[in-house]
């Protein structure tokens, strides 16, 4: 492994894995406490509609998907904060046109694009230098806006009834987060693909919960483990030549497993202490 | 004579096809206690609400010293109703406190130390400083309530507004908590939403029966010695046309106003 290091295509792979850690352990906190786990796998496959239409006009792909991202993502939070029951329907339909939208303009495009699969199911070890000049200020945008913003984000995630009172923009936030959602969308693609995307930002935020006593605490340790995922299993991809992206995923959802097990064990030991109380 | 401070008039409100409150007309005084009284799903909280500028009305307007709601809510202090919308939510007794701060600190994009000051003398008011540090989801009902209240006082609220402040609350803080109110009540305007008169018997001033209208009982018609009957009140209402035992008639009432 360390001496892989030596090859640009690692650092390249390693500095990609470390800034999607950032972007997935800040946005997926926000995502997994505000419950749009669902929504945001809508804005990410979704985008593969721009990473066609770049293809299509021929520029590059993740500013496609930044843009069709950003785009889905206005008309989700649009339609979520007038119709919340029928929300979910339209944000299936969004999903499955994204991609669907994708996938014709890419059958379109003259030439066979062997890039393709990159997207959906990721490519860390062929991420370009270039990429990583996009990925950089989209994730210092997301550490500057969630740390300016964050007193508002925390009450708006906790209780927006009570934000909204006291006059926090909760809409205009709502906005802003699924906006963020989006750019965190596109810096991950590179590293894992669209199609697994929300692993990354559901699960460490998930583990963290349990151990975190505070909004920031658990965007930390979400980092943390995402970087560790993220780590190990490029090893493992590198070492045993199988599929960075799944590979990550495989040892993140292990992680998962094992942390939901610990969770129910501590739920099961409080009634009996309890009991013995009686 | 007190002035009249939350001035509710003509206000109609329904959600989707369901009608929840028709044509309400309410006139609140400074330094009042109000419970607001009637059965589930009355539109008790609604009206608080929309009180609270929260809700708006589909008709009708709703103004607190002359403004609407939205325009002077850092004047309002809101204790919600105890539902436990996210137990694993990872945030401290301190931070949900400081909540209540957010209407103060304009575009400052932390809180400060007086904010943080602020905030542990309202802990120390409702008796949880000692737990500023604990999650929230590890209290009890009634400990997070509290944590609540500490959160509307904190911005040293002109008006109080609770929802069912009594509900997963263990009688002796109840007993401390109307306590609490009463003090407050020097200064304070407060509105109490409640299923159950009986505890609250001795600290409110006026009581209004909620079940889609509004019947408004002043304090003059509360004595110590009806206020067990009152308690019947909500009851009464659903039973559209039997007269009230103890206050004036709401069919009489309405009569007059039709009149």
Redesign the interface.
Known sequence: MFDALHYEFMQNALFAGLLASVACGIIGTLIVVNRIVFISGGIAHAAYGGIGLAFFIGFSPLLGAVGFALAVAFIIAFISLKNKQRADTVIGALWAMGMGFGVILIDLTPGYNVDLMSYLFGSILTVPRSDLWLMIPLDVAILVIVTFFYKDFLAMSYDDEYAGLMGVPVKTLYFVLLALVACSVVVIIRVIGLILVIALLSIPPYIAEQFSRSLQGMMLISTLLNMVFTIIGLWLSYTFNITSGATIIMVAGTCFFLSTLLRSLRRKRIPETLKSAD | MQPVVIEVKDVWFSYDDHLVLKDVNLAIKKGDFLALLGPNGGGKTTLLKLM???LKPDRGYIRILGKKPSEV??R?G?V?QDTM??K?????VM??T???R??HIGRR???SKKDRLLAEQALDRVGMLNYR?H?IGTLSGGERQRVFIA?ALVANPEFLFMDEPTSSVDSQWQTELYELLKELNKTVTIVVVSHDISVLSSYVKSVACVAQTVYFHDSAEITQETLEKVYHCPIELIAHGVPHRVLHSHIDKDKDRNR
Do not use: C, E, K
């Open positions: 609270l500028g929260i809510a850092d309002l809101y919600p919308i996210n694993d939510f990872p945030i401290s931070d949900v400081l909540m209540g957010l209407g994009w932390r809180y540090n999650l959160r």
